[in-house]
């Protein structure tokens, strides 16, 4: 595996080669259970030439359009297919259609990635397009996934762009979910991020994210974003977060405003829990508890907060009102 089933189309050759063009209103379809492992129907389109070559076969095409379900893409390159019965070498190149963000989830590499990385991933990409893509893939596949950090020499690479935009991501069920995210993706060897991201959680501008995972099979999926926001804005995010259930008579007779900091951690590691980590800086907010008729004024500070509530707090503030 992998393996192509059902193509359907055209040869023609000579001594010195063959060339296949497939029919393009045939379905053939493209199946690795190990890796991808649902298998994809695809329409054809192009010339893919075969011939040998110092002993190996070099199977490559100049143009060839390929159309899957929610996707599509125009490759150029082949395979190179080695006499001494090596595993094939791949140099492949593409330019890739827009396309929906949870078509991603056709293409984990399943039997490198944890499966906690792929669940939280399939939770997370929820809405968005994905536009502007270029991929290359080049060396041999007994090499693959390229650039794996066990220890072995796995010379190649694969490295793959696309731009986000207007998406829609889940960091976690019971959090609202992040929307109108815009940004840079990027899949290089066995990993992935994401740069230069910003979008809005809850009607809070989220300024700053990264996210990624380094390698499939050990690294834990990472997110990390901050943010500049109205601490009122911040407060109704807070409201609609875990957070409430063990807090919400606090949380509901808060108000405040001005300005506040926030800095977020989210880590899917494997085998483990879901880690969260955070901090909040106040910079001069103002802040009434409505229970005690207690009015604060110049709060400034900061306190940390992880998936359990908050801890370490260091703030300071003028108060007024009474004990009611």
Do not use: C
Request: proline share 6%.
């Amino acid at each position: 595996t992998p393996g192509l089933h059902g193509l359907t189309g055209t040869l023609a050759g000579d001594a010195d080669g063959l060339v296949f063009r497939p029919d393009p209103q045939a379905r053939p379809v493209f199946d690795w259970p190990k890796g991808f492992g649902v298998p994809h129907p695809l329409r054809l389109e192009g010339d893919i030439a075969a011939w040998r070559e110092d002993g190996d076969w070099r199977v490559e095409t100049p143009a060839l359009r390929i159309e899957g379900d929610g996707y599509a893409a125009d490759v150029r390159g082949g395979l190179a297919f080695h006499g001494n019965g090596a595993r094939p070498r791949i140099d492949l190149a593409a330019v890739v259609d827009p396309a929906q963000v949870p078509v991603a989830k056709k293409f984990w590499v399943r039997h490198e990635m944890p499966a906690a990385a792929m669940d939280w991933l399939n939770m997370a990409l929820v809405a968005g397009t994905v536009r502007d893509g270029r991929a290359i893939v080049s060396g041999e596949l007994g090499d693959w996934p390229f650039g794996s950090a066990d220890g072995h020499d796995r010379r190649g690479v694969f490295d793959a762009r696309a731009r986000i935009e207007d998406a829609t991501i889940r960091f976690q069920d019971d959090w609202p979910a992040l929307e109108r995210m815009s940004g840079r993706v990027r899949f290089l060897n066995d990993g992935f991020s994401v740069e230069d991201a910003h979008g809005e959680l809850a009607g809070v501008p989220v300024r700053t994210i990264e996210a990624g995972m380094r390698h499939y099979a050990h690294s834990p999926v990472e997110v990390r974003a901050t943010t500049q926001a109205d601490a009122g804005a911040l407060l109704t995010l807070m409201r609609q977060s875990p957070f409430h259930a063990e807090h919400a008579e606090t949380l509901d007779n808060l108000e405040v405003a001005g300005p506040a900091r926030v800095a977020l951690t989210l880590a899917v590691p494997h085998g483990a829990p879901v880690r969260l980590d955070g901090s909040v800086a106040l910079d001069g907010v103002s802040a009434r508890e409505r229970r005690f008729s207690l009015d604060f004024s110049d709060v400034r500070g900061s306190a940390r907060f992880d998936q359990n509530g908050f801890t370490g707090e260091r703030l300071a503030a003028r108060t007024e009102g009474h004990a009611g």
